[in-house]
């Protein structure tokens, strides 16, 4: 009976530990909507800028971004991501695809010392 307590209690404690807070949601979307401000001040036209699958993964900001260029045409959705909210990377320049796969892809990994932060997408 001891042992079905307890393991009832581990469960519970662990399905709440996974459970992201309100405190953590509101964190992860200050990040995302400060990168996304320092994205959209470094542009040439910066109320054309579109963001798509904007999400905060471990200590990462990841995401795409389409903006109009000098000649007022789009010129695509790109991949760009920024590390503890600081060091910006955008495609094509500054950007490592192998980085890219550490911080923001489907095999990212937890760092071994792991920020407060888990994947969660941002709306």
């Known amino acids: 009976m001891r042992s079905l307590v307890l393991l009832s209690l581990f469960t519970l404690a662990s399905a709440s530990a996974a459970v992201p807070s309100k405190a953590d949601k509101k964190l992860d979307a200050a990040k995302a909507s400060a990168v996304q401000a320092y994205i959209t001040n470094t542009l040439k036209d910066p109320e054309s800028v579109r963001f798509r ?12 971004m389409n903006a109009k260029n000098g000649f007022g045409g789009y010129v695509g959705f790109r991949r760009f991501y920024a590390i503890d909210g600081t060091d910006l990377h955008m495609e094509p320049d500054r950007f490592d695809e192998n980085q ?15 920020a ?8």
Not at 53 to 64: D, H, P, Q, S, Y
Not at 116 to 123: A, F, L, Q, R, V
């Open 53 to 64: 699958n904007v999400r905060v993964k471990w200590e990462a900001v990841c995401g795409e």
């Open 100 to 114: 890219w796969d550490r911080f923001c892809g489907p095999n990212a990994k937890k760092p071994e010392q792991p």
């Open 116 to 123: 407060p932060y888990h994947e969660k997408w941002i709306e």
